[in-house]
């Protein structure tokens, strides 16, 4: 399993775009890239999945490089209530074991 | 509604006792999964089932144990071997096939008294 990296906390306002990358040198020809988001004292709720270029849903959208080693959420006009953690993993879709690091905290102020 | 239910979503230990988390879902999922949560951290894989009879230890097994008689259902037994078992418990099922997706319940918060 790709070991990921991510800012340990990120500080934005409300109403902007809000980019939080996650580095992932190591990653597999058949790893996705996968993101939750984690508000306090409930399950990590998934947001997102990618395996290259770009993929956007009603709620984010994930940027992945060419050679995927990288990849970056972006929350569009983020408001008070995005405030959470958010956490990016990598694998396969065969994977078993799923592990999460420590994530991203993000604190939008008013 | 399909879903993962998770029960009690509190819970207390005396010294010494075993106590057992509860996790069911109606989502048929044939993967399962129990992460720890301590205070500002990131989860921790305790253990993890892909079938019925048959589960593998995580990271952090040590003190706990599970048990996989039945497709919806995976409960978590926190032993009295485990010593800091205060944190915050989430059970989560994964759709096996065409993503790697989990659904996860709403959580148990153990305390020891």
């Known amino acids: 399993l790709a070991k990921t990296t991510q800012p340990i906390s990120m500080d934005s306002y409300e109403g902007q775009e809000v980019n939080i990358t996650c580095s992932h040198n190591?990653?597999?020809?058949?790893?996705?890239i996968t993101w939750y988001q984690q508000f306090p004292s409930q399950g990590p709720r998934f947001i997102i999945q990618?395996?290259?270029t770009k993929v956007t849903n009603e709620v984010a959208s994930l940027f992945i490089p060419a050679d995927r080693k990288s990849s970056t959420l972006s929350l569009p006009r983020v408001s008070l209530s995005d405030t959470a953690v958010y956490y990016c993993l990598v694998g396969g879709v065969r994977d078993d074991k799923i592990i999460f690091g420590k994530g991203t905290r993000l604190h939008i102020l008013p | 509604d399909g879903g993962i239910t998770q029960s009690p979503k509190y819970l207390f230990r005396k010294e010494g006792q075993n106590v057992t988390l509860s996790c069911e879902q109606n989502?048929?999922?044939?993967?399962m999964y129990w992460y720890r949560q301590d205070p500002g951290q990131g989860l921790r894989l305790i253990y993890y089932?892909?079938?019925?009879?048959?589960?593998q230890k995580g990271d952090i097994a040590e003190g706990y144990s599970v048990s996989r008689e039945k497709k919806e259902s995976f409960p978590l037994t926190v032993t009295s071997a485990q010593k800091n078992p205060t944190a915050f418990y989430l059970c989560a099922s994964r759709v096996d096939f065409g993503q790697e997706k989990l659904f996860f319940g709403s959580g148990t918060q153990l305390s020891v008294l």
């Open positions: 190591n990653i597999a020809t058949n790893d996705y």
């Open positions: 990618g395996y290259k």
């Open positions: 089932s892909q079938i019925v009879n048959d589960f």
């Open positions: 989502l048929n999922h044939d993967a």
